[in-house]
């Protein structure tokens, strides 16, 4: 009996210890949570310091992210959204859903001022349709060229994806008023729109298609994890759209402080350096060791094109019906 009474009393006290973790749950897209994402290398690092539980919810992609906190309202769990960019930010800050930060952002290392204290940038790139250096010999150079080839393309849907949203404000920027006229000659070269990032690389590398909407950074996976140099990125003579991602809390958190100190943390070393190959994006701010080898290599585009605040969210809104209106044709 004093056997068992040991062993009732140490699992009582594992369960209490257990119950005084403070959660901080994390709403993010699939890709950032999946065995090969950045989430498991950050939920491992920031546990160390903060002696909390850090979870992270897969919500789809960015743009399903806002519609789910919308939904939920003040009634969600989440603490901290990660995974918004710059075309959402006038939506996200319209919600009410957000508070400020209370963190340093002073070593931010960006292309772009940035003076937002409630929504903070974890990384930043380029829009790019990402191809096969042998089955696409000759990249196009320009929308034009694109619509004119007669490779295929995979792109994503703009209401759930936020790389396809990047595309609808990236052919608006180029293409103005005639952006309908634009998108109905592109859309000859487009055999499907999936739902999110992950479901249309993933058929580009199954060979569905010529060419995916990804961005500039893709083709250093296949570089530094694959020992690949087949893949590449077309930097178009135009320019190439440029995304921002952020991460913000909630204003309905019961962990302000544990939310702003994973803000803060996600702007360190221990978050910053593992971004450049598990996102395969560019960090927010530069890892004290600087970019991996192979990241010299990626295309460069000359000019980065971008619409912020309420630019974007008026553009988005006209963009969108542009689209729509020409798949319907």
């Known amino acids: 009996m004093k056997t068992i009474t040991i062993a009732a009393g140490i699992t009582l006290a594992a369960s209490a210890a257990l119950a005084d973790t403070p959660v901080l749950t994390v709403y993010t897209y699939d890709s950032f949570v999946s065995e090969w994402g950045p989430g498991p290398a950050v939920e491992a690092a920031f546990e160390q310091t903060c002696g909390c539980d850090l979870q992270f919810v897969a919500v789809g992609d960015g743009a399903e992210l806002l519609a789910r906190l919308r939904l939920e309202g003040a009634r969600s769990k989440a603490d901290v959204a990660l995974g918004l960019d710059t075309n959402l930010l006038a939506a996200a800050s319209a919600t009410g859903?957000?508070?400020?930060?209370?963190?340093?952002?002073?070593?931010?290392?960006?292309?772009?001022?940035?003076?937002?204290?409630?929504?903070?940038?974890f990384d930043w790139g380029w829009f790019a349709f990402v191809y096969d250096k042998e089955k696409v010999p000759n990249p196009p150079r320009s929308f034009d060229d694109l619509a004119a080839s007669d490779y295929s393309l995979v792109i994503q849907d703009p209401r759930s994806s936020t790389p396809g949203l990047g595309l609808l404000l990236w052919v608006k920027s180029v293409y103005g008023d005639e952006a309908q006229a634009g998108w109905e000659r592109l859309n000859d070269q487009v055999v499907t729109v999936t739902k999110g990032w992950s479901e249309a690389y993933g058929l580009f590398l199954e060979g569905e298609a010529d060419m995916v909407l990804s961005y500039t950074t893709s083709p250093a996976y296949h570089l530094i994890a694959e020992d690949d140099d087949s893949k590449a990125a077309a930097a178009f003579?135009?320019?190439?759209?440029?995304?921002?991602?952020?991460?913000?809390?909630?204003?309905?958190?019961?962990?302000?402080?544990?939310?702003?100190?994973?803000?803060?943390?996600?702007?360190?070393?221990?978050?910053?350096?593992?971004?450049?190959?598990?996102?395969?994006?560019?960090?927010?701010v530069t890892p004290a060791g600087g970019l991996p080898a192979g990241f010299e290599t990626l295309a460069q585009p000359q000019t980065s094109l971008i619409y912020l605040g309420d630019e974007a969210a008026q553009m988005r809104d006209v963009a969108l019906a542009e689209w729509l209106a020409a798949s319907a044709n």
């Open 97 to 121: 859903l957000f508070a400020p930060a209370q963190i340093d952002t002073s070593a931010l290392d960006l292309p772009i001022a940035w003076n937002d204290d409630t929504f903070i940038p």
């Open 237 to 284: 003579d135009e320019g190439n759209y440029m995304q921002i991602e952020v991460a913000a809390k909630l204003a309905t958190t019961d962990q302000p402080e544990l939310a702003d100190a994973f803000l803060g943390f996600m702007l360190s070393d221990g978050f910053q350096s593992v971004i450049p190959t598990t996102n395969w994006m560019y960090p927010a």
